[in-house]
């Protein structure tokens, strides 16, 4: 059973930052690209980076792009995302998933929310200006 678990998440001024983890169990982690997402209240889940299977190439949004870095640690199954420069606009809930094709290099569509097959419970990240 595919199972991921998002830590890291609180309450932070605008300005701070936040390291945001995922870890993963009941797949080959190493093989699978995988992405991060959030939803804020009223609107729809947005997709936030996507890292290869390797861990590059990487995919980012151009609303995170300079401010947000995903990263993963491939031995510990685990998936990072830094977020530095926090604004009251990032406050929403943070998702994990798994990519659904193996030795995915994020190149198509990396981050439609059809691409990924496991989900995360998510983990609450608040920004207060």
């Known amino acids: 059973q595919v199972r991921l678990m998002e830590s890291g998440g609180g309450s932070v001024q605008a300005g701070g930052s936040l390291r945001l983890s995922c870890r993963a169990s009941?797949?080959?982690?190493?093989?699978?690209?995988m992405g991060w997402f959030r939803q804020a209240p009223g609107k729809e889940r947005e997709g936030l980076a996507c890292?290869?299977?390797?861990?590059?190439?990487?995919v980012q949004a151009a609303s995170v792009m300079v401010r947000f870095t995903i990263s993963r640690d491939n031995a510990k199954h685990t998936l990072h995302l830094q977020m530095n420069r926090l604004k009251a606009e990032d406050t929403a809930m943070y998702y994990c998933?798994?990519?659904?094709?193996?030795?995915?290099?994020?190149?198509?569509?990396?981050?439609?929310?059809?691409?990924?097959?496991?989900w995360g419970q998510g983990t609450q990240v608040t920004v207060s200006s």
């Open positions: 998933a798994v990519r659904g094709s193996l030795y995915d290099r994020c190149s198509v569509s990396p981050l439609t929310i059809e691409k990924y097959t496991y």
């Open positions: 009941g797949l080959t982690f190493s093989i699978y690209a």
């Open positions: 890292i290869s299977y390797s861990g590059s190439p990487t």
